[in-house]
Every structure is written in structure tokens, then in C-alpha cells.
């Protein structure tokens, strides 16, 4: 796979007033920051809504979801919703989707929380839709790109990865804390899930961008740093837990050597951190650019 530049996301969960959401998103861009991104989770904000807002009050700063929950919607109603959106922030755009995982947020929906298997199917079906009803540029819903806006799955699953790797622009490795099992290294399951989704993509993998949600950045290398995460975590040594691929604890220069590593080992290039720690990120940030 050829050597990709860096890309750089933070995610936004919430949005207080317009104007306070429209200044974090400008801090954002003038930190160096490449694409705002917001989740879709009930108790969070709406994210088109929101990504709209935030294109107004900056230029360059791509837009992004991390990640749509597909199971929420119908393929018809989010192709409209992206293709206005897509509209309203000039093409810049990113969409981001997953199967879905959270039961209690269903049951709240009042939508029914379909089996692991189920939910991939409906995640391919909706991919096959957006393809399918953006394919026609002269016709509504229109979008800026063809055949949609730059897509990405995420997952850690075979099946997701597998429709990932065949389907998207963007593959995306999520939190890994509650998914390693006890004794495993996990380094290695992130070494196994980029080894899938290589072997499913094929002709495709030259295209395709890999990115890795960074839940924690912790500028020093204390043990009592790790103590957030170790609430997260409970099953996890704390060897486990620094070598969680997810968790970058350590000076800005020795964070930028585990980025490279990880670009040069794994092909990952974009990188999403939360917006707590996007002051910190930014430091290491300005030894990749």
C-alpha cells in the first residue's frame, strides 16, 4: 500500500449555542485540524444540522459523521439528508457509517435491534443505495461526488470490514478497549483486522484510506494518566492498556514516532481524536505536518 499524508479529525459531541459551536469548529481549523467530525447517538446532537452550522463559520475544514448509525434510517431519507448537507457545506462532506450497537438506543427509537448479521445486512443495503440513487448526476438527491461522498465504514467485525474494504473510500477501526479479549495483545488484533480488510480489498487497496479513533491522548507517560481508561477497561492489564492501539500516552515526539509506526506498519493516515484532547493532539499534529 503507498505511503498516504497524514489526515487529522477531531469529534465534537456536543453543540451548546451557535455561536460557541461555530467558534470550536473554527479552533478546530486553526489548530490544523482536517475534518470536524460528530457522532449519532441519542443525547448527542443531530449531525447534519450541526456539520451545516459548522461549514458557515469555516473554509477548508471538511465534514464528517463518526459514524452514522444506519439502522436509524432508511436509504431514501439519508440519501436526501446527504445530498443536502453535501449542498450546504460545498462538497466538503465526508459521510461516515456503521451497523449499529447500542440496543438501548434502538429500544428509545422504538426500532427494533436486529441480530449482528441483520445489521450488516441492512449497513450493505444502504450502501447499495446511496450508490445506486447518487449514480445519476443530472438528477436529485445530487451530491458533489460520485458515485457519494467520501464514505467510510467502520468496524471491527469480518463482515463490516469485509463491505468495507469492497465498498468504501475510508475504513474505519473503532475503539478496541472492550472488544480485546483478556492475555490478548492489541497490537495484534489490530494487526489481524488490517490483515482482513487487505485481503478482502484486493485491486481496491491502493484506494483505500485507514483510520483509527484514538480515545485517549495523554502527554506524559504517568500510570495515574491511564486511570480514565482503566475505568473504561477494567479487564485489561496495564500493559494492555498502553499498548492499546487506541491510546497514545507519551511526549509529542514519542507519539509521532508511534504514528509513523503505525502508518508504515499497519497503513494507518487518519487519525480522530476527541475534542478533549484536541489541544493536546494538535502538538503532536505539528511534528507530522
Given amino acids: 500500500m503507498p505511503t498516504r499524508p497524514f489526515r487529522f479529525g477531531v469529534s465534537m459531541p456536543a453543540i451548546g449555542s451557535r455561536s460557541a459551536w461555530q467558534a470550536r469548529a473554527r479552533q478546530a481549523e486553526d489548530l490544523g485540524y482536517d475534518v470536524l467530525q460528530v457522532p449519532d447517538h441519542l443525547g448527542t446532537p443531530a449531525p447534519f444540522p450541526a456539520l451545516v452550522s459548522a461549514a458557515d463559520a469555516t473554509t477548508t ?43 438501548a438506543e434502538f429500544r428509545t427509537a422504538e426500532l427494533p435491534y436486529p441480530p449482528p448479521a ?26 458533489h461526488r460520485h458515485p457519494t461522498p467520501r464514505l467510510m465504514l467502520g468496524g471491527l467485525g469480518d463482515r463490516v470490514l469485509r463491505l468495507a474494504a469492497r465498498e468504501a473510500d ?3 477501526f473503532p475503539v478496541m478497549a472492550l472488544t480485546t479479549p483478556p492475555g490478548a495483545d492489541p497490537q495484534q488484533v489490530l494487526a489481524d483486522r488490517v490483515a482482513h480488510v487487505r485481503a478482502e480489498a ?16 495523554v502527554l506524559t507517560a504517568a500510570a495515574e494518566a491511564l486511570t480514565p481508561i482503566r475505568r473504561t ?10 499498548r492499546l492501539p487506541n491510546v497514545l500516552a507519551g511526549p509529542p515526539a514519542q507519539l509521532t514516532e508511534t504514528l509513523h509506526r503505525y ?25 507530522l505536518r
Avoid: C, W
Fill in 263 to 287: 502508518r508504515e506498519t499497519y497503513g494507518l493516515s487518519y487519525f480522530s481524536v476527541r475534542e478533549e484532547h484536541m489541544t493536546d493532539f494538535a502538538k503532536v499534529m505539528a511534528h
Fill in 61 to 103: 475544514l471538511r465534514l464528517g459523521t463518526l459514524v452514522l448509525n444506519a439502522g436509524f434510517y432508511r436509504p431514501a431519507l439519508l440519501a436526501r439528508d446527504i445530498a443536502d448537507t453535501d449542498q450546504l457545506t460545498d462538497g466538503r462532506l465526508e459521510v461516515g457509517l456503521g451497523a449499529g450497537y447500542a440496543q
Fill in 202 to 217: 484486493g485491486a481496491r487497496l491502493g484506494a483505500l484510506e485507514l483510520h483509527l479513533f484514538v480515545s485517549a491522548v
Fill in 233 to 242: 477497561a477494567p479487564n485489561l492489564t496495564e500493559d494492555q492498556i498502553r
Fill in 170 to 172: 475510508i475504513v474505519g
Fill in 118 to 143: 441483520d445489521r450488516v445486512v441492512h449497513l450493505a443495503h444502504t450502501v447499495a443505495e446511496l450508490h445506486r440513487m447518487f449514480a445519476t448526476p443530472d438528477r436529485p438527491p445530487k451530491v
